[in-house]
């Protein structure tokens, strides 16, 4: 047992690792070959600005706006995958595309990069799921993220600041919607198997040898409902 979930929280740690190692590879390049990727973005309804739902998560303005989002993105993903584990690979592909995507039909046209969409998704996921499904354990995983991202529900509005800043809201709150449609549509999917104690073997046990108990029983005198009233 033991064994079985150090090698769920290695496969939980390796993907976001991976994930890190793509978005700082790809700045490590725009400064040694001091030229910027930002054109492979998301261009809102421009055709070949939809090359950027693929290119969007991995693209970063600088340092700064890389490091901001590889933390949450590293401590989300692999909730993700420890907790949804039968889900996860779908939520980190096709979650992220159709945060993109959305993006791509309402943003202001301008290209729009970073992984924080994918954050906002990951996390809208993650704290819906908990709610959706009632689950003491993933709703205990709700109040952490909750607690620990929960401040980044002002991203997804267009204050001045963010317009100011050039901040994405638009990307935030598509990536934000995304996942609460997707925890909504996976709420009643299984996320592991069942756990049979040992109990319920006996319970079931027990019932069988009832049933047999019964049926080697000579059989009583069947009462009818007439006999009831």
Same mark, same amino acid.
């Given at each position: ?48 600005? $939809? ?17 901001h ?5 590293f ?16 939520? $980190? ?7 993109? $995507? $959305?993006?791509?039909l ?10 924080s ?16 499904r ?14 620990l ?10 204050? &001045? ?8 809201? &638009? ?13 909504y549509?996976f ?15 006996e ?12 049926? &080697? ?6 009462i ?6």
């Amino acid at each position: 047992m033991i064994k079985k979930d150090s090698t769920r929280l290695e496969y939980a740690i390796k993907i976001p690792s991976i994930l890190l190692i793509m978005i700082w590879g790809i700045k490590i390049f725009e400064i040694i070959t001091q030229h910027s990727l930002a054109n492979w973005g998301v261009l809102p309804r421009d055709f070949e600005g $939809l090359r950027g739902v693929f290119f969007m998560p991995f693209i970063h303005g600088d340092i700064t706006h890389a490091a901001h989002n590889s933390i949450p993105l590293f401590v989300l993903s692999a909730m993700l995958i420890y907790f949804y584990r039968k889900t996860s690979w779908f939520i $980190l592909v096709m979650g992220t595309l159709l945060t993109g $995507l $959305l993006t791509w039909l309402i943003a202001n046209k301008a290209y729009h990069i970073g992984a924080s969409g994918m954050v906002y998704m990951l996390a809208s996921y993650i704290f819906f799921s908990g709610v959706f499904r009632k689950n003491i354990k993933l709703m205990a995983i709700s109040l952490l993220v909750s607690f620990l991202y929960g401040s980044m529900v002002w991203g997804i509005f267009p204050f &001045e600041f963010a317009i100011q800043e050039r901040i994405s809201w &638009e990307g935030h709150l598509a990536g934000a919607i995304i996942g609460f449609l997707m925890a909504y549509y996976f709420r009643s999917v299984q996320i592991e198997p069942k756990r049979k104690y040992s109990w319920d073997y006996e319970a079931k046990e027990e019932l069988e040898d009832q049933y047999w108990i019964v049926e &080697e029983e000579p059989k009583e005198e069947k009462i009818s409902f007439k006999d009831l009233f």
